[in-house]
């Protein structure tokens, strides 16, 4: 079915609902999925809106305009118009550790993810040939002190030749500057190895260990300029005990890990995610 | 703060959220929270819609009718129009198991649950102090196969003398008749202690230690006559290794039975639940 | 380190521990893990022992006799010996759905599994190309009411030539047969998709959704006789809710069913499951 | 049936389980529980045994000092004996919120926890009423700045009077000075409203929700002189949305921290807690 998703935040006011909904109603859009959230500190509203395309009087090319046209002006509407097709494109960015990548290739390869993959990047080559084995280019890119803006240089390049959507760094091991970061704002997902806010930065299983916690987790969340500090889109959490080796937490972190990542990509894929300071409204 | 929440089932059809929202705002209603669900399967349409009263320019005893003319007939709609005033009235039935008790009577005593507690009811003694010390009436109808139907008779004069809207089996070990569920259809809440449908009956922690389960759960669900069938409100588990016995399994899903119910009974009082069939709709 | 693995059952009696760990202590030993644990109801003892071989005064090919004169004759013991080398010899049947396989596999590629896996055997030919990406033979043995005979023969003639311990069905759509069964007692490891009791035998998500259950499962267990009622090795959930159509409890189930069987069998690697009657110890 | 619990720990030797199970064994010791664990990295060895006392043929008096002199002194081990008899006394300090007490003494009440509470003191007066109606004596002590050093030792003074042996704080808003905390070494469980080292300090709930995480959870710790870095003992969470505002969060929070509480007091009642550095080894 082909379905367009609007999805809106403006100041709170009253009738929003109802202007969006005789707006959808009036050229026959047989809505699927309404949402709205009010952030009551901010003042601020959010919405989500999924109606059928294939009834609807107006031409694809046409409801934007005409959206801003008949509601958004009136209400000083930011507001992102989405089809679920053509399907969004992909990239993913990977070092040495598999499952994160696995994962995704896994969902992919069975039909589960409405996504196209035109490229893996990696910064290391351990993985090329499972990648390829899923009919998928592998593109190996280093990166060192010394190299980083020319490698940073040649990524973007080649997500720019595929045309693509947005970035998953599948646990990428490195650092990406501010500079790329501005290409693809609120589209860049991260995986981060711990329940975020504990334990930023590196080695975050380690540092779990040294504190004797119970619980271990996993964040995904956009990246922004700030180191870990950007708009929490999943988490998930394990149970650990006494007897749990680092190495045994880093394996049942891997588990998290996949499967926090994974939701955050269908969230995103959704239109589900609307990202506002360095938090995340998630209509699912 | 006065809020009115309204409650619509009626057949799938076009333009349902356009003229509900548009209804609302022509009285000049601020929406606090509007939910939607279809399910696709039966075609019907579900939809919760809370707005603030104080602000709305029809008054509270005109707006079911009004909203039936010019709404609910058009749709052929089912709806329950709610307020959040004054408190609904809750009666609890309990046996001797005090967990379920203790912990709606300590959210009450916190000010956590908006529901005036008119009575306490049950077939044994032994919590009367207690439930005496919060302040609340205590009734002692003991129930034998003999006098069952003199002991509902005697309840349902206690319910209604009391105007009870709503009742809470808080494990509440006599089987309720079909006579007096007819009086309170989706209006009295069960708490099994099974992650049903497994288990249903008698001793279901007796059945989850035989079968050797590793989860064990508890069902918040409306009661209908067919015994642990009704719908689904909330359920939850916990986690039970070999070594915990019968007894273990018991004192973990008393924590697990006492979240599940309070959870229960909350979405009840939000008004958040919508039943049909034996499957419920949360919007929670 | 090489390790040697003792798994006992007995009748329970004094002086059970005592004697195990003096038999380790009197040939140096140096006890790794151990951990016990006593049904009392049938009155049985459960023990499991590990202890590094390297410093170990017994050779590998002596310590099971010795045992049973010292140790185990006394206390009428029925007890394994297992070493941690050379690795286990596990099997893989699936028919057309991957995401069990491809978790398994991916875990195998990055290390995580202590397993040679010989052979995938599959009803289906789906997918031959990516089991053979990751270095492993695919065969295909196709099974229809006429042949099932015929295909248990070749598939045991397989698993006998590959000289495999256990087999593992990542969601193979076939039942085995009694026949089968006896080969590869408490060695063959099923994921059944539901929270077993609930909903045993086929479509369980449609039996869920129907149900209006708010949490679903996986369960994975080893496969007896009798149809989805083997002992429990692991069991997961997840929540869903109203607006989760049967497809999506499926895909959000595939994810318990993946982890869940992925535990069961690094338990089973582990030499941390002991199974009685329908039941499991499991020491992790 | 009565009980004895050994509590060990000393550097990691060969043999030290064998000892420790001949010498329970040559005194006609029932094994009831054993359980060890080596920290690897700190070359520790913990161990955990707990027997039938009545069937054994020292004198609940002897056991200490020959278990020195048998085993002890030859491993250079800290070791601590308990009984199952008489209960341990347990004293509850408490603030204005009453879900952490309700909940403690509402298990108590129904028998679950086998400890005596001869009092709860409180900085504020409000709670009164029901913990009398629970039969406890309540003693009012309030705490400013200019009083406190006088307001702890009044409450030293109640504690050494009732011969308590352990307190535990159920969201108690005062910081408990080091002198004070000297007297009960990992003898004082608080609750801290946070998973933790999320979050440390005042107001976890606002800090929570301005980063807005995806979960939220409860630490219970053993109180040492660092603010919120003592050894963890137990830890839960619970799942939040982008709907819930910060007063749905201390209602979320407060069911995870009854629940946490509760079964840290019960690994301590149990015996099942050993404590080292700012970790602990719980063998549940």
Redesign the interface.
Known sequence: MNKAILLIQCPDQ??I???V??F??SY???????????D?ELSLFFMRAAWELDSFSLKKEEISQRFELEVGAKFNMEFKLHFNFPKPRMAIFVSK???CL??I???H??G?LEVDIPLVISNHQNLQ??VE??GIPFYHIPVTAATKVEAETKQLELLRENEVDFVVLARYMQIISADFIKNYPNRIINIHHS?????VGAKPYHAAYE?????I?ATAHYVTEELDAG??I????ARV???N?ISDLV?IGQ?VEK?TL?KAIKYHLDRKVLAFK?????FY
Chains 1, 2, 3, 4 share one sequence.
Do not use: C, M
């Open positions: 009253k009738g609902v109802a202007e909904s005789k959808l109603y026959n859009g047989n809505i699927l999925e309404i949402d709205q959230h009010v009551e550790l598999s499952h696995f994962d290739l896994g969902r390869h069975a589960q040939s499972v084995a899923f329940f975020l806010p504990a334990f504190r004797g916690v119970k619980i987790g708009p929490i999943e988490q998930e959490v005990r006494h007897h080796t394996q588990d499967v994974s360095n938090k995340t409204v998630i």
